[in-house]
């Protein structure tokens, strides 16, 4: 069955290191992968989208990188803030529809 | 702009009781609405989607119902909750591309007593 992995282990950095998240998919063949926020309490807040085309995409201190081989994402964030604390989820939608499947996310903690 | 709203933010209902959630989308036309619990830990369980008015579609068999009366309005229903029915409720739009992201409203917290 399709599964989309992300560590539900809590990442502890401290402030201005770089923070790393992987999502990891199995029987899944997406098209397209985008990251979101969520913060308790509230519904997601959406970030970035990087297409299975696309290596690597870019925003301001976020960068997401797409390995369709490794069936993995990345999703960087450098010089990290304690504002930065926060769930964050990663979702896949296959080139025959447009419904988003979200993983489990993982938690930021960023300490000052 | 576009905005979703997604009321009420709490809800304490006994179990048995009905349940009613409204979600209403503005600012955009022929949106495609979801209906996502989250249970505490886990990840957004897709419940219900649609296309258009009075067109649903059903992810998980459960005792939970939806219906879409108007291009912009969503509604997540139940007859009788169960305690199993608790949970984060969220109600979600995007558009009909692979490159609209999906916006969320607030949410629901849903305890089921």
């Known amino acids: 069955s399709q599964k989309i992995e992300q560590n539900s282990e809590a990442l502890n950095i401290q402030e201005g290191k770089t923070a790393t998240l992987t999502c990891n998919y199995t029987?899944?063949?997406?098209?397209?992968l985008q990251w979101y926020r969520q913060d308790p309490g509230r519904g997601p807040v959406f970030l970035l989208l990087?297409?299975?085309?696309?290596k690597e995409k870019r925003k301001e201190r976020l960068k997401v990188t797409f390995d369709t081989t490794l069936k993995q994402s990345l999703f960087h964030i450098t010089a990290s803030q304690p504002a930065d604390s926060a769930t964050y989820l990663c979702a896949l939608q296959s080139g025959g529809s447009y419904i988003p499947t979200f993983g489990r996310g993982t938690s930021l903690i960023v300490h000052p | 702009s576009q905005t979703i709203h997604q009321w009420p933010a709490t809800l304490v209902q006994p179990v048995g009781s009905p349940l009613s959630l409204e979600c209403t989308v503005e600012?955009?036309?022929?949106?495609?609405l979801y209906w996502y619990r989250q249970a505490a830990g886990r990840g957004l369980q897709l419940l219900f989607y649609s296309v258009g008015i009075g067109q649903i579609s059903s992810e998980v068999p459960q005792n939970l119902s939806a219906s879409r009366p108007q291009d912009r309005q969503f509604i997540l229903s139940s007859k009788k909750l169960l305690l199993s029915d608790s949970g984060f409720y969220l109600c979600?739009?995007?558009?009909?591309?692979?490159?609209?992201?999906?916006?969320f409203g607030q949410g629901t917290r849903l305890t089921v007593v």
């Open positions: 029987n899944y063949s997406p098209a397209y």
């Open positions: 990087i297409r299975e085309n696309e």
């Open positions: 600012g955009t036309s022929n949106p495609n």
């Open positions: 979600a739009w995007t558009g009909d591309t692979h490159t609209t992201e999906a916006f």
